[in-house]
């Protein structure tokens, strides 16, 4: 008895035993009607649904630029290069290999090189968002400041209006002198 099954499976004699109707499975993917004809996986006696190994879902997060990518690509491509050659390089030093200085060398030349492809990547995105400009959404607490002081601002243009108004009637509404 596979998960599903056991998970469907009626609970201990609760309203099952004058039940006769057939019960409809529910699908658990979101685009297959819980009836549908589809084919089933298995050959059983009892139709399941087909479901695909994966559910597409949208990207939480906007795809990086062009340029942006291309560096980053060709970054990870040279850290990993000098990833590789470091590990030569340590293999030939332990088995004592006339290669171990070269590869040594050609290392601390490629790590100079992978660090001006990571600040190229930095670099990169930089010059993009200030090109391009970038959608910033504020926080909802730099939401909640601007709130506030434009309330104050409303506030404090209300109580001005209600001040001048005041002056202009010259004090004719006071009901005391004092």
Known sequence: MGTAERQEAPESGVGTAGSTAPRRRE???HDIPAGSDMPSRRGTAREEPYQPLWVEEPARRRRLPDPVRNSAVRAVLIIA??????????LCTLAGSWLAFPMVLSSVASTVVATWGALDVWVTRQVWNQRHGVVSTPSSTAR????ERRKARRQARVAERTQERIRRQGGAGQLSHS
Request: proline content about 0%.
């Open 27 to 29: 699908s658990r993917v």
């Open 144 to 147: 909640a400041l601007r709130r």
């Open 81 to 90: 290069v000098t990833l590789l050659q470091a590990m030569v390089a340590f």
